[in-house]
T-cell receptor, first 115, second 112 residues
Framework: DAMVIQNPRYQVTQFGKPVTLSCSQT?????MYWYQQKSSQAPKLLFH???????NEADTPDNFQSRRPNTSFCFLDIRSPGLGDAAMYLC??????????????FGPGTRLTVL | GEDVEQSLFLSVREGDSSVINCTYT??????LYWYKQEPGAGLQLLTY?????DMKQDQRLTVLLNKKDKHLSLRIADTQTGDSAIYFC????????????FGTGTRLQVTL
């Protein structure tokens, strides 16, 4: 089945220690997104890639970076994780970037714990 | 600004109807969506409605949109235990390509 895969499902890191979360997709979609979801809160868009074009949200901290080496893979790098960065990180894809109907397909998420 | 609000929790008995509500503030919304998140899983699109419609039915799901009041609801008929999950409404709007703004989610608990 075509899908969005996130690894690892659970990640523990230390305060200030860089961490990378991984997302891959077999849907061959052009757009890939990273969301941060804290407990009992709405998923918050951090950034998205349209093909190789990187689009950062205005309020995404500089501590968060992303890489998309090819269509299938996208990485979220947190350079110096703080306690406030503990959250579920969701990767999603969509076929195209549209101003109208935009179905996004989500991976299961990576739960990040910062000690 | 963009703000999408939902009540946090809803409990219903199996076989009853569930109604999950959502209010949004941006009148330029073009599409509104309902996503379901089961424990340990990602969000899954359940249904959506275009902003020029006021109702959409899809099997057990009925979406009602009151654009004047900026109110969206999801009705689940004959609710089953497998419907227990968190339900998120989301909106997309003209001029912000690809961006979805999500509500805080409503946790639906189905009891026997």
């Amino acid at each position: 089945d075509a899908m969005v895969i996130q690894n690892p499902r659970y990640q523990v890191t230390q305060f200030g220690k860089p961490v990378t979360l991984s997302c891959s997709q077999t849907l061959n979609h052009n757009v890939m997104y990273w969301y941060q979801q804290k407990s009992s809160q709405a998923p918050k868009l951090l950034f998205h890639y349209y093909d190789k074009d990187f689009n950062n949200e205005a309020d995404t901290p500089d501590n968060f970076q992303s890489r998309r080496p090819n269509t299938s893979f996208c990485f979220l790098d947190i350079r110096s994780p703080g306690l406030g960065d503990a959250a579920m990180y969701l990767c999603a894809t969509s076929r195209e970037r549209r101003t109208s109907y935009n179905e996004q397909f989500f991976g299961p998420g990576t739960r990040l714990t910062v000690l | 600004g963009e703000d999408v609000e939902q009540s946090l929790f809803l409990s219903v008995r199996e076989g009853d109807s569930s109604v999950i509500n959502c209010t949004y503030t941006d009148s330029s919304s073009t599409y509104l969506y309902w996503y379901k998140q089961e424990p340990g899983a990602g969000l899954q699109l359940l249904t959506y409605i275009f902003s020029n419609m006021d109702m959409k039915q899809d099997q057990r799901l009925t979406v009602l949109l009151n654009k004047k009041d900026k109110h969206l609801s999801l009705r689940i008929a004959d609710t089953q235990t497998g419907d227990s999950a968190i339900y998120f409404c989301a909106e997309s709007y003209t001029g912000t390509a690809s961006k979805l703004t999500f509500g805080t989610g409503t946790r639906l608990q189905v009891t026997l």
